[in-house]
């Protein structure tokens, strides 16, 4: 039985196959943008969030989600593009925790991760909406 899923930014019904919930055409939209996101700031080395987004008329939010996906590092360790560990609020350059939390992550830091699911319960609905879906993204690399 195919599983079909509605895209997360167009809404369109398709069969999913795996990864992000986006379809096809989305997808390699996506891809595009962030294949010239990652050319622009190969370019413009320490390029602003907000230099680029305007530049390339790509949101903050989706180049944020290329940081935070790892797909994207900054390369300079002065560069005004700066992620915060959503555990501990540390600057990191790219994914989502700093090495120290990823690391009492990964060993299975039950306090840490208890911890989270509290933060998670207690936001709003549309926020726990977002972060769920990176968690299942997360979920879905691993699998590669
Ligand atoms: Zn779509
Ligand atoms: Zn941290």
């Given amino acids: 039985m195919p599983d079909v899923r509605n895209c997360r930014k167009c809404g369109k019904i398709f069969n999913y196959i795996g990864g ?5 055409a989305c997808r390699e939209k996506e891809e595009e ?3 010239r996101v990652k050319k622009y700031l190969y370019e413009n080395p320490g390029a602003s969030l907000t230099q680029v987004s305007t530049e ?9 989600r290329f940081l935070r996906e790892g797909r994207l590092e900054i390369a300079n360790d002065e560069g005004n593009l700066v992620l915060e ?3 501990c609020g540390r600057s990191i350059k790219t994914g989502r ?3 120290d939390c990823e690391r009492n992550l990964a060993s299975g830091f ?6 989270m699911k509290l933060d998670l ?6 926020e726990r909406k977002s972060l769920g879906m990176r968690y299942l993204n997360k979920e879905y690399e691993k699998g590669k």
């Fill in 121 to 126: 319960d207690s936001r709003s609905t549309s």
């Fill in 20 to 24: 992000a919930p986006i379809c096809p």
């Fill in 97 to 99: 925790f700093c090495p």
């Fill in 33 to 35: 943008d962030f294949q």
């Fill in 85 to 87: 560990c959503e555990n």
């Fill in 56 to 64: 390339l008329e790509i949101s903050v939010e989706m180049i944020k």
């Fill in 110 to 115: 039950k306090s840490a991760a208890s911890q």
